[in-house]
Nanobody
Framework: VQLQASGGGLVQAGGSLKLSCKAS????????MDWYRQAPGKERELVAS???????NYAESVKGRFSTSRDNARRLLYLQMNMLQPEDTAVYYC?????????WGQGTQVTVSS
């Protein structure tokens, strides 16, 4: 199983970024997918989840600003992040639970300047 996240970068407060995660080695369409983030000195936290039918859930801190989606044909997971704030600065990871374990991508850095 490989998860490759991309799309991070440096953006000013109020800006937007779109993260992508390419999955391989799994039957992507039948797996729920998650986005996590970890800020320096903090625990890794769940940001967004998307089920196999496209149903989504979000952390309270990102509701109304972030949106996750998936393209099953291309095995791609997305996280659209709008109205970014300095507190959104973190390494963002895509994740999947399959074969009785959790797999993580390598992470992509998002830095929001004030």
């Amino acid at each position: 199983v490989q998860l490759q996240a991309s799309g991070g970068g440096l953006v000013q407060a109020g800006g937007s970024l779109k993260l992508s995660c390419k999955a391989s080695g799994i039957n992507f369409a039948i797996n729920a997918m998650d986005w996590y983030r970890q800020a320096p000195g903090k625990e890794r936290e769940l940001v967004a989840s998307i089920g196999t039918s496209g149903n989504t859930n979000y952390a309270e801190s990102v509701k109304g600003r972030f949106s996750t989606s998936r393209d099953n044909a291309r095995r791609l997971l997305y996280l659209q992040m709008n109205m970014l704030q300095p507190e959104d600065t973190a390494v963002y990871y895509c994740s999947v639970v399959t074969r009785q374990r959790t797999y993580w991508g390598q992470g992509t850095q998002v830095t929001v300047s004030s």
